[in-house]
């Protein structure tokens, strides 16, 4: 389980990451603050992280959880064990 936690840690990591990136393209890196990443995270169009489907973030939908998918980890690669599903909340 330790390992599936923390590939889907790696996905929310690279769209923060992203934004913060945004927000320093934007700002500067000496005026970067909670506003600025939720502002540039936004903006964020077809951004492909490789474990989730590509994420798509605007002010109406700023959620990147979109869907999931199980890997397994096989002789040191990352590979797909399931198909995509979306989280729970979307199903409902």
């Known amino acids: 389980m330790g390992k599936l936690a923390a ?11 992203e934004g913060i990136r945004l927000a320093i393209e934007k700002v500067g890196a000496e005026n970067v603050s909670g506003r600025a ?6 903006t964020i169009r077809d951004f492909d992280t490789g474990l ?5 973030l605007t002010d109406e939908d700023p959620i990147y959880s979109a869907g999931y998918r199980i890997y397994q980890i096989q002789g040191g690669k990352i590979l797909p064990y399931s198909d995509w599903f979306a989280p729970v909340a979307q199903r409902e």
């Open 52 to 56: 989730i489907p590509p994420i798509t």
């Open 7 to 17: 590939v889907c840690r790696l996905d929310s990591c690279s769209i923060t990451l």
């Open 37 to 42: 990443v939720r502002d540039a995270l936004v």
